[in-house]
């Protein structure tokens, strides 16, 4: 008989990123309840596989059943190794695609909006109301979201490959393009 480790390890063989939504998903099938105590056994289980197999935690926002939890493949581990062995080269497997990263950026913007930010409003308006009240700016929250995702651009490109600079920066840029729509079109 198979065990969860050793399924979650076949499912994630050919993945760079991956979501525990998706592998319950798989593993569970669509009409199980997913926040039941046997699920939450099974998450475990495939988080301890994921860990122990050398794969990143990047993102975990929520608790219990509703958390999203997002998981990384280490650089330079190939599709089916879990040790480290340096530079990725071309054999290593199927680097995250852009689809992968922008599910990543959006299961990370969905549960931060639903654990931090008050009902019908982000924290980056009330963020760049202090800052302009210390500071005496006049930025606006679309501005703020593009500071962040400047701050992630400029830490993509200053050392080793952090796949969460992408995600975060994805979210960044997608955050700002809602206030700005929020906002109206102009300067």
């Not at 998450?43 to 997002?70: F, K, P, Q, V």
């Not at 330079?76 to 879990?82: K, Q, T």
């Not at 654990?115 to 800052?131: C, G, H, I, K, Q």
Request: charge should be negative; aromatic fraction near 4%.
């Amino acid at each position: 008989m198979t065990t969860i480790a050793e399924t979650t390890l076949r499912l994630v063989r050919d993945k760079h990123i991956v979501g525990m939504a998706w592998l319950l998903h798989e593993i569970l099938g669509a009409g199980t309840d997913h926040s039941s105590g046997a699920a939450l056994g099974i998450r475990n289980e495939i988080h301890r596989a994921l860990l122990g197999a050398g794969w990143r935690h990047i993102c975990e926002d929520g608790s219990g059943a509703a958390a999203i939890h997002i998981y990384e493949r280490p650089i330079g581990d190939s599709a089916h190794s879990s040790t480290l062995t340096g530079p990725r080269r071309p054999d290593d497997g199927p680097e995250p695609t852009a689809p992968e990263i922008l599910a990543a950026a959006a299961h990370c913007i969905q549960q931060r909006a639903a654990t931090r930010d008050l009902p019908a409003e982000r924290s980056m308006a009330r963020t760049v109301t202090a800052f302009n009240a210390i500071a005496g700016h006049r930025l606006d929250e679309r501005d703020g979201w593009l500071f962040m995702a400047i701050l992630k651009a400029a830490r993509a490109t200053a050392g080793s490959h952090n796949p969460d600079d992408y995600v975060d920066g994805a979210a960044y840029f997608a955050l700002a393009g809602e206030s700005a729509a929020m906002r109206g079109a102009g300067p």
